[in-house]
């Protein structure tokens, strides 16, 4: 099998009915407010989001994603508009061995300090990702390579664990597969946010002309950019982070902000759409929201006083008895969201709906007597105390509302005493990993459209989520399917993973959908700058 242009996805998707994402466009004469030089217009990017790290080793998050997915390039991307990865700084991959990928790098290739970009650079970025490993990069992503050799300048050969690996070209797209200069990156450590901009080692469309974190960051065009994006429309773009959800869709309604990705209320939304000068266009969406048990620190967790296996496990169960999705998705979400039974979403091949058949009244409703009987015969003493951590400055506003329903949920049963605490974004994924949230809140959105995306990062061995949950049977599952080549058995694969998960509930889904964007109708390329996955890309984007 060989691949020297379109890298196609070799495993059916199928039909992909994830939600609701709101497209919005103002539609209304109102001028921008924004500037426009002697470079053309500025186009301003609005968000709620924060950023972690700049640095692609030690941030897997939207926030971050968003700048690094600007100013980094990898091998292979997909194109604004497709859903297929192909390549970017590659020339093209074949699989020249059963376990071996090969990858040609464009000629000429640099960074936007000057350094040459080459098979080195790239052989140093995924062996520094795998080095440092950090708990909230995505090093696990990278579960199947084994090695990384830079036998030529625009040569690369991958050697990766298991044989059939169909999916590697895809996690070649993702955060995990982001080129960075090597005379720049230490090897093992993340590098200061402050330092990287000051180095300039941009290889994307764009470059950070200057960088207040979590303020005002304003890019410019990339012109050593080689990949397949081209030349960006827009020269110039201001990303402006806001605080308070209502304080950017003020912005947007005078015009001082062109477009805004991630995040506007749902009711912010249904205001917008009702006005005359303003139009909301559907898509599909693939975010998913859950909670996550830590195992350490639940009640009844590996360390906490009174350990115990048997009645943690009980506690767990016993909640996912209790919650009611249809109720989260209808009063905080208006069915822009959708209910989740399975960490995999609802319409990608090999999802289950594990949780609607085990748990509840076994139709996706909960069931107060079910969680009762299941702490009882655990000898649980009721009312279990459950400390539950939400965020809503990188989940929305709205999660403030998700989350009081979710407490009113289980409180409601009799059998749980729920205390709610909310912390910011750049703290949350710090605490997180520090064992020191017991219940809390995490979202996801796909790297790549395959269900392995949504099981490794949650239940392999050095997963992303980090909660201390481990099970062999599980693990050796998902390695099966990675490399499955019959579809249909990789299609039991994927649900008998769900299923042993499931019945342990590591993580709790809640709700699928949905994405939203939010741009003035005289900037153009809107529906094309979303990608397959998450990533809102601008260099398509223009303003009139």
Not at 83 to 103: F, H, Q, R
């Amino acid at each position: 099998m060989a691949h020297s242009s379109t890298v196609r996805p070799l495993r059916p998707l199928g039909a992909i009915s994830l939600g609701t994402a709101f497209l919005v466009a103002l539609t209304g004469c109102t001028s921008s407010k924004t500037s426009t030089g002697s470079d053309g217009p500025t186009i301003t990017v609005g968000t709620t989001d924060q950023v972690t790290s700049l640095d692609p080793a030690g941030a897997w998050d939207a926030g971050s994603g968003t700048i690094e997915s600007e100013v980094y390039a990898t091998l292979l991307s997909v194109k604004n508009g497709a859903t297929e990865v192909s390549p970017d700084l590659a020339t093209g991959i074949k699989l020249t061995g059963p376990k071996e990928y090969t990858v040609t790098l464009r000629k000429g290739l640099k960074f936007a300090n000057g350094h040459q970009l080459t098979s080195s650079d790239v052989k140093f970025s995924f062996d520094r990702t795998l080095k440092i490993a950090d708990e909230n990069g995505p090093s696990s992503l990278l579960y199947n390579l084994a090695s990384v050799a830079a036998p030529a300048p625009t040569t690369v050969v991958f050697t990766l664990k298991s044989a059939n690996d169909t999916l590697f070209p895809q996690v070649l797209s993702t955060a995990a597969g982001y080129i960075v200069d090597e005379q720049t990156f230490p090897a093992d450590k993340i590098l200061d946010d402050k330092a990287i901009v000051a180095a300039k080692p941009w290889n994307g469309p764009y470059g950070v002309t200057s960088y207040d974190k979590n303020s005002l960051v304003s890019f410019t065009q990339n012109s050593d950019y080689g990949g397949q994006l081209g030349t960006p429309k827009t020269k110039n773009i201001q990303l402006k982070y806001y605080t308070d959800a209502s304080n950017l869709k003020l912005d947007v309604q005078q015009g001082t902000v062109d477009a805004v990705y991630r995040t506007l209320t749902t009711a912010d939304l249904d205001d917008l759409a009702k006005k005359k000068d303003i139009k909301v266009h559907t898509g599909s969406g693939n975010g998913i929201r859950y909670i996550v048990f830590d195992f350490a620190t639940q009640p009844y967790g590996i360390k906490t006083k009174d350990a115990d296996k048997a009645k943690a496990l009980a506690v767990r169960q016993a909640v996912a008895d209790s919650v009611d999705r249809t109720q989260l998705a209808q009063q905080v979400y208006k069915n822009s969201y959708q209910p989740l039974y399975s960490s995999v979403p609802d319409g990608l091949t090999g999802a289950s709906d594990s949780f609607k058949s085990l748990y509840g009244d076994k139709k996706g409703g909960p069931d107060k007597a079910a969680a009762a009987a299941r702490l009882k015969a655990a000898k649980v003493t009721t009312p279990v105390t459950l400390n539950l951590q939400y965020n809503s400055d990188h989940y929305g506003s709205s999660s403030a509302d998700e989350y009081a329903l979710v407490k009113t949920q289980l409180e409601a049963t009799g059998l749980f005493k729920v205390n709610l605490q909310s912390t910011e974004w750049t703290q949350y994924g710090k605490d997180r990993i520090k064992h020191l949230y017991p219940l809390y809140q995490l979202g996801w959105y796909a790297d790549y459209l395959d269900a392995d995306n949504y099981l490794s990062p949650f239940y392999s061995a050095n997963s992303w989520v980090a909660n201390g949950y481990d099970d062999p049977a599980v693990r050796s599952l998902i390695l099966k399917e990675e490399t499955e080549t019959d579809a249909a058995q990789r299609t039991e694969l994927l649900k008998e993973a769900q299923d042993k998960a499931a019945a342990q509930v590591p993580l709790l889904p809640l709700l699928q959908g949905s994405t939203a964007i939010v741009t003035r109708t005289d900037v153009s390329g809107v529906p094309d700058a979303l990608t397959s996955a998450y990533t809102f890309r601008w260099a398509g984007l223009s303003k009139k």
